[in-house]
């Protein structure tokens, strides 16, 4: 069963619902603070103590506390706390520690928790200052409202815009602003009062709320997008070499080696030793460039850059832990298929034939990038398939019993080639092309592909990072320059060896079959080999930079929400230093605006002026608390129906006794 409270009216036993409202005396410049309390009333107050000061003297104290202070410092402090943790989230990205750019992302060596904590400590300024900002907004309103009532203008709010104003300012709440913006749209549709203009003051603090709460709620949901796309990683951190000497980890040309051979053997000078006049020629060199591109030699090693456009040389072991700037030399190669336009098929008997039951009909003749290759002739076998150097002038293979480095002239120089494989033989049957690979199935022997190349050797700066994992690592090329024509015959010298030719097309058998490209894969092998078999070539030579790397637990961050954040912040803390500056200016040289920024942000000014008794003196006071005099028991408060001599029961505040 539900208890009901039965409110009896009780008899006022207090003076008037408002003993202490204040009447402007224009003529004078002053307020005069009457009431209709009775003297017998305001003897029975529970005031105990008298003011230290007369009514006079208060003003005049009051007209000396200016609001500058006040408005500067709590405008400082929140830009201040707000700007500060900020300017250090991006010292710690971008400044302490070491960072890379990745796409739309950024990778960098501070801690994500402090990151984040940092992050979050800006938010909860931002969220927890709209309030102060909207207090510094206040002294702004104040000097305006003393202005507008000195020049008695419709800029002064009414009653219930001051109760409206008085909420936006003490809640600084979205419930506020919103029952606020509400009651200024309907207006007083379902009153039959007279609807006034809404004060310029009540409008203006909406508005700064309402800025001021879109820019906290957007500061929020930007860093909760921070912090659900940020992540940690493991990051690989620079710092000094420890080492007394630099490592030998370059490469460069054996000089010595090359001026050796020209004196010990006069024939083996052009190829700087890599071929020698006896039955053996290539027994010297062959065997470490055979070893470097199977990984086993001691000291070379043939890598790819991470653009995936050079094989380049690089030692086979380094120290643990170290990243360091060197230079070497690279080969880079393109190639394209001309397998489609070198297919010469002919018509016989209305069939077309596109081969006999071994080779297809091939002929480059005139093909453009020109390589004259043609298949089905006699002397042409399965063993005998071309592959080599070619003219670029012409596109022909060379007729003469020359070595290739004898033949290039050029940096960059062509390669052509004709590869046959049955690891392309499809089961849609024979004459036909097998997905973009560039083969053409054909008689018994497999599929073909027509392959014309051009290879550059270059001199390369790069850069090894380790792997955060300590696995391996990556060699970025730093800068890349066209190698001069000897380096590119020297190089070109793996064509004479032979083993290119018998062992480089079974290394990327069935390429492109199942995504990728076999032309892409052909260069890229062709531009390991050349340069792998050039190995004995080259004699190391110190770094030109090196650091001491540690795997520390890093950070990424993307990019998009941290920028987006970082605005939004800027923007709440120029707008707080805005509204800062705005209120200095407005309230500058204006007295008073203390006392009434007090009465529109603290609401102890309007119950004191309710339930009194008001002493003149204390009105001047900047503390709602120091309004009140000593309160006895007699004091305490009645609230529920209270019943007027003369306008019938109501609702309200009554001083019972």
Not at 227 to 232: V, Y
Not at 247 to 254: E, I, R, V
Not at 621 to 638: H, I, N, Q
Request: proline share 5%.
């Amino acid at each position: 069963m539900s208890h009901q409270v039965n409110y009896q009216p009780v008899p006022y036993s207090s003076p008037s619902p408002y003993p202490g409202r204040p009447d402007f005396n224009h003529a004078s410049q002053s307020y005069n603070y009457s009431t209709s309390t009775s003297a017998k009333d305001l003897t029975s107050a529970p005031s105990t103590s008298s003011p230290s000061l007369s009514p006079s003297e208060a003003r005049r104290e009051a007209e000396d506390q200016g609001s500058a202070l006040s408005i500067i410092l709590f405008s400082l402090a929140v830009f201040t706390a707000v700007v500060g943790p900020a300017v250090i989230l991006l010292a710690l990205i971008f400044g302490f520690n070491t960072f890379e750019r990745d796409g739309l992302a950024v990778n960098t060596s501070a801690d994500l928790q402090n990151l984040l904590t940092l992050s979050q400590i800006v938010t909860t300024v931002v969220s927890k200052s709209v309030s102060i900002i909207v207090g510094v907004h206040a002294y702004q309103l104040a000097a305006k409202w003393l202005k507008f009532s000195d020049r008695r203008s419709e800029g002064r709010p009414t009653p219930l815009q001051l109760g409206l104003l008085m909420s936006v300012l003490q809640s600084s709440s979205i419930v506020s602003w919103l029952q606020v913006r509400w009651h200024l749209l309907r207006g007083s549709k379902a009153s039959k009062r007279q609807v006034l203009k809404p004060s310029s003051i009540l409008t203006r603090a909406v508005t700064v709320l309402g800025l001021l709460l879109f820019l906290s709620y957007a500061v929020t949901g930007l860093d909760t997008w921070l912090h659900l796309s940020s992540k940690a990683i493991t990051i690989t951190r620079m710092s000094s070499y420890p080492g007394s000497t630099p490592p030998l980890y370059g490469k460069q040309l054996n000089e010595t080696q090359c001026e050796e051979n020209a004196k010990a053997d006069f024939a083996s000078a052009p190829t700087c030793g890599m071929e020698k006049s006896a039955d053996n020629p290539f027994g010297i060199s062959l065997p470490e460039g055979i070893q470097t591109l199977t990984n086993t030699s001691a000291k070379n090693l043939v890598v790819m850059t991470d653009d995936g456009k050079q094989s380049i040389l690089v030692p086979a072991s380094i120290e643990s832990n170290v990243a360091y700037d060197a230079t070497t030399f690279g080969v880079g190669s393109t190639c394209m298929s001309l397998t489609a336009e070198c297919l010469k098929p002919q018509v016989l008997g209305g069939y077309t034939i596109y081969g006999d039951n071994y080779f297809p009909y091939i002929n480059c003749a005139g093909v453009y990038p020109q390589a004259n290759i043609s298949l089905a002739y006699a002397g042409t076998t399965s063993s005998t398939l071309p592959f080599g150097f070619v003219y670029s002038n012409n596109g022909s293979f060379s007729t003469d019993a020359k070595p290739t480095y004898e033949m290039v002239t050029t940096n960059p120089f062509n390669i052509a080639a004709v590869i046959n494989s049955f690891a392309y033989v499809s089961n849609a049957g024979d004459d036909t092309f097998v997905n973009n690979t560039g083969f053409f199935t054909h008689g018994r022997t497999g599929a073909w592909n027509v392959l014309y190349c051009n290879s550059t050797v270059y001199d390369v700066n790069y850069r090894y990072l380790p792997a955060s994992d300590g696995t391996s690592g990556s060699y970025q090329a730093l800068s890349s320059s066209i190698s001069n024509i000897q380096m590119a015959t020297l190089v070109s010298i793996g064509l004479d060896i032979g083993f290119i030719q018998r062992n480089m097309p079974s290394r990327i058998e069935g390429a492109g079959l199942r995504g990728g490209s076999y032309t892409t894969a052909f260069a890229q092998e062709l531009s390991r080999e050349l340069i792998g078999l050039s190995a004995a070539l080259y004699e190391p030579v110190p770094v030109t930079a090196i650091a001491e790397t540690s795997v520390v637990l890093g950070s990424r961050v993307q990019l998009v929400p941290l920028a987006l954040y970082l605005a939004a912040v800027v923007i709440y803390a120029l707008t707080a230093l805005i509204v800062g500056i705005a209120a200095l200016i407005e309230a500058h040289s204006v007295k008073f605006v203390k006392l009434v920024h007090l009465r529109i942000t603290n609401s102890l000014p309007i119950v004191h002026a309710l339930f009194g008794p008001v002493d003149s003196s204390r009105t001047w006071k900047d503390d709602g608390v120091e309004m009140f005099s000593t309160e006895a028991e007699k004091d305490r408060l009645y609230v529920g129906p209270v019943r007027s001599q003369t306008e019938g029961d109501s609702f309200g505040f009554a001083r019972t006794g």
